[in-house]
Nanobody
Framework: QVQLVESGGGLVQAGDSLRLSCAASGLTFSSYPMGWFRQAPGKKREFVAAISMSGGVKNYAESVRGRFTISRDNAKNTVYLQMNGLRPEDTAVYYC?????????????WGQGTQVTVSS
């Protein structure tokens, strides 16, 4: 019943920006911290960003800090990831997650993922 649906991925050039969205349903959205993870071919899934239930606390991986911004709109049951200054190494499938466990790359619920490809 719980569904997390990502959108906004695509092919962009290095230096460009992209905004990912994750629409949640089947859960009390405002009761869950939310997060974004990514996985590149041949690599393990890694943490990207997380946001608290009210949006007041945010955490970022060092590799994206200063370039990416996580936000949420509880009235719309949606979490966003604004990605600026994209680099080829950002290429990966990006996953939305509810109740992420920081440091473990695990979560209670997961979306299907959306592909982000950055060309040089």
């Amino acid at each position: 019943q719980v569904q997390l649906v990502e959108s906004g991925g695509g092919l962009v050039q290095a230096g460009d920006s992209l905004r990912l969205s994750c629409a949640a349903s089947g859960l009390t959205f405002s009761s869950y911290p939310m997060g974004w993870f990514r996985q590149a071919p041949g690599k393990k899934r890694e943490f990207v960003a997380a946001i608290s239930m009210s949006g007041g606390v945010k955490n970022y991986a060092e590799s994206v800090r200063g370039r990416f911004t996580i936000s949420r709109d509880n009235a719309k049951n949606t979490v966003y990831l604004q990605m600026n200054g994209l680099r080829p190494e950002d290429t990966a499938v990006y996953y939305c997650a509810a109740d992420p466990r920081l440091g473990t790359t695990t979560a209670r619920y997961w979306g299907q993922g959306t592909q982000v490809t950055v060309s040089s």
